[in-house]
């Protein structure tokens, strides 16, 4: 099983702060990653496939960076609507995983 | 439009069963793999089961290997997901979400989820 982890659990901040969360594997998993966002009540949305990529119709703000076995999300010029839950997923290898989430409040 | 719609969750008893169901709209339904992943109440998500197109392949969580099944009727464009011997870790909602194509990948559209509780 590919363990992954992900930090911080919470992150507290302010709207137009730039903010970074990380997902770390215990072994590598190339760029085989995805990050989500999930608002209360809602289903996840897909941000970025392949570590960096980012979806169609996600602001330019979100991008994602690392490969291998350190991953990062990054939010640059945090919106209202960014405060969410965030999760990192690997695909390399089933069974897929997911990291424990970050959640980012209002500072 | 791209769309997932799940049902059938409920109240079930431990020890007992039942059969999710999620209808897809919107896309070639046999050409894409599905997966079921769900959430417990104020927990993380936690993939649950995966397959194929064409529903020759499928891959498990250990947590419900033996319990759950999945399967797929192409004809009918509906995903299940079979759960026996349901235990009160169950207990969450169920998302089916599909990948961008027919290899095993991330996933990039997601129902709404459909709630189970397990309790006597």
């Known amino acids: 099983v590919f363990w992954m982890t992900q930090s911080p659990s919470l992150l507290s901040a302010s709207t137009g702060d730039r903010v970074t969360i990380s997902c770390r594997m215990s072994?590598?998993?190339?760029?085989?990653l995805a990050w989500y966002q999930q608002k209360p009540g809602k289903a996840p949305e897909l941000l970025i496939f392949a570590a960096s990529t980012l979806q169609s119709g996600v602001p330019s703000r979100f991008s994602g960076s690392g490969s291998g076995t350190d991953f990062t999300l990054t939010i640059s010029g945090l919106q209202s609507e960014d405060f969410a839950t965030y999760y990192c997923?690997?695909?390399?290898?089933?069974?897929?995983?997911f990291g424990q989430g970050t959640k980012v409040q209002i500072k | 439009e791209v769309q997932l719609v799940e049902s059938g969750g409920g109240l079930a008893q431990p020890g007992g069963s039942l059969r999710l169901s999620c209808a897809a709209s919107?896309?070639?339904?046999?050409?894409?793999?599905m997966n079921w992943v769900r959430q417990a109440p104020g927990k993380g998500l936690e993939w649950v089961s995966a397959i194929s197109g064409s529903g020759g392949s499928t891959y498990y969580a250990d947590s419900v290997k033996g319990r759950f099944t999945i399967s797929r009727d192409n004809s009918k464009n509906t995903l299940y997901l079979q759960m026996n011997t349901l235990r009160a870790e169950d207990t969450a909602v169920y998302y089916c979400?599909?990948?961008?194509?027919?290899?095993?990948?991330?996933?990039?559209?997601w129902g709404k989820g459909t709630t189970v509780t397990v309790s006597s």
């Open positions: 072994q590598g998993i190339s760029s085989s």
């Open positions: 919107g896309f070639t339904f046999s050409s894409y793999a």
């Open positions: 997923q690997q695909y390399y290898s089933f069974p897929w995983t």
């Open positions: 979400a599909k990948n961008p194509g027919v290899l095993w990948s991330y996933m990039d559209v």
